[in-house]
Structures are given as C-alpha cells and as structure tokens.
C-alpha cells in the first residue's frame, strides 16, 4: 500500500496559480488510479479530478475545467495539479488519494494524504 504526502499549497490571490504535488512511497504506485478531492470549510469532499494508473485517461469536474491540470510521473512516485485561474471558491483542503480500482469512482479511494490547504483571496 503506498502512502501519500501533499505539498504546495498556500496562499494566493485570485487569478493566481499554485501546483500541488503528491509524493507516494512504495513501489507500486504506478498501479494506482491517483485522485485529487477538496474540502471546503461546512462542505462535502468533492473529487476535483483524478487520472488513470497509466496517465491516459483524466477526470475533470465541471468547476474546475480549463483551469486544473493533473499529471502524474511514475518513475517519481508523483501526481501534480497544476491550478490556474484560481477563484476564491477554489479555497479548500485539497487532498490526494489512491485506488486500485476505477479511478471515476468517488468511494473506491482508500488511501488518503493529510491535506494541504489552498486560501485564494479576492
């Protein structure tokens, strides 16, 4: 099982951009879907995006199309997004998350990082 530590979150101003990073230990995580959810302060975890073990199928939500890029290396153990344009509803606890199965399902993710936060201010 690997395990998941996120960084590059922080403060920006609106219109702003700020790539996140997701270190996996283990040598498997090329066989992980990789996800990326948010958390806003009184809101339910939403899956902003995520993408498939090998890299060639991505997931976007509607909220954040155009404006979120996820990438993965798996010869670094790493999943990134990128964020561009950010709004100040962007503003959450992003974390990123593994799964073995079908990288589209929200309840199919079972390992988890510790969160970073992302303050987006107007």
């Known amino acids: 099982q690997v395990q998941l530590v996120e960084s590059g979150g922080g403060l920006v101003q609106a219109g702003g951009s700020l790539r996140l990073s997701c270190a996996a230990s283990?040598?498997?995580?090329?066989?992980?879907?990789m996800g990326w959810f948010r958390q806003a302060s009184g809101k339910e975890r939403e899956l902003v995006t995520a993408?498939?073990?090998?890299?060639?199928?991505?997931y976007y939500a509607d909220s954040v199309k155009g404006r979120f890029v996820i990438s993965r290396d798996n010869a670094k153990n790493i999943v990134y997004l990128q964020m561009n344009s950010l709004k100040p509803e962007d503003a959450a606890i992003y974390y990123c998350a593994a799964t073995r199965t079908n990288y589209l399902d929200r309840e199919a993710y079972d390992t988890w990082g510790q969160g970073t936060q992302v303050t987006v201010s107007s």
């Open positions: 993408i498939s073990w090998s890299g060639a199928r991505t």
């Open positions: 283990g040598r498997t995580f090329s066989s992980y879907a």
